[in-house]
């Protein structure tokens, strides 16, 4: 199987849910090579955290590399957050990394940071980071976004980009963490209606779903 790339439309969506779903689900090992916003106070809350729990191991600071090799304070785009420490991120070595693990592990996840456009250093994006796993691995995208309002725009924009570039995703996950004013399943509903095939899944925080027929 090829790595499963989980990305989105924006943060603080849903990915890390859908992430260690799916970790759990296909028994997984998981990464997140890039991180933001972590410390060893809060860490027990964090997205590394969150997939070290679902692959089985200790959820402790010191296992974070486990998860994620690159690590910043500031909860801030990479490039940003990079830049505050007086560091920055070796987008080849990033991608070599990647490489390296899907090599040794089958299924491999890999879960990206923010959405889909954001940066990675000073002319790289997400975007960038998952054509270049592409070409080296073939990658299985996933798309997860939002159930607020305004998130059809978001996710078609987001679905365009990916497809213009050949990363159509298997499944858009619609993340629903609470009730919004528009029904869950409307809003899926028109996502399907311009996904052009691409299937939609709805995932409440919290409830039964499965994500597994998709790989």
């Given at each position: 199987?090829?790595?499963?790339?989980?990305?989105?439309?924006?943060?603080?969506?849903?990915?890390?849910?859908?992430?260690a779903m799916l970790t759990r689900e296909l028994k997984a090992r998981a990464i997140k090579p890039l991180v933001s916003g972590i410390d060893e106070?809060?860490?027990?809350?964090?997205?590394?955290?969150?997939?070290?729990a679902a692959m089985g191991e200790e959820v402790s600071f010191a296992n974070a590399g486990l998860v994620s090799r690159w690590r910043f304070k500031a909860a801030l785009s990479p490039d940003m957050a990079a830049k505050r420490e007086g560091r920055s991120i070796d987008f080849r070595e990033l991608v070599d990394e990647c490489v390296g693990v899907a090599k040794k592990h089958d299924p491999l996840l890999i879960e990206g940071?923010?959405?889909?456009?954001?940066?990675?250093?000073?002319?790289?994006?997400?975007?960038?980071?998952?054509?270049a796993l592409d070409a080296q691995t073939g990658l299985a995208s996933v798309l997860v976004v939002g159930a607020y309002l305004g998130t059809i725009s978001h996710t078609l924009t987001?679905?365009?980009?990916?497809?213009?570039?050949?990363?159509?995703?298997?499944?858009?996950?619609?993340?629903?963490?609470?009730?919004?004013?528009v029904p869950a399943e409307e809003t899926a509903d028109t996502i399907a209606r311009f996904s052009g095939g691409v299937p939609v899944r709805i995932v409440p925080r919290g409830g039964a779903a499965s994500l597994r027929e998709f790989f």
């Open positions: 199987m090829p790595p499963i790339f989980v990305t989105s439309s924006g943060t603080e969506i849903g990915k890390t849910y859908v992430s106070e809060t860490f027990a809350e964090s997205d590394p955290a969150a997939l070290l940071v923010g959405g889909l456009m954001v940066p990675l250093d000073g002319t790289h994006t997400v975007l960038d980071w998952m054509k987001t679905l365009a980009v990916m497809r213009a570039e050949g990363l159509t995703p298997r499944v858009i996950v619609l993340s629903e963490k609470e009730p919004g004013p």
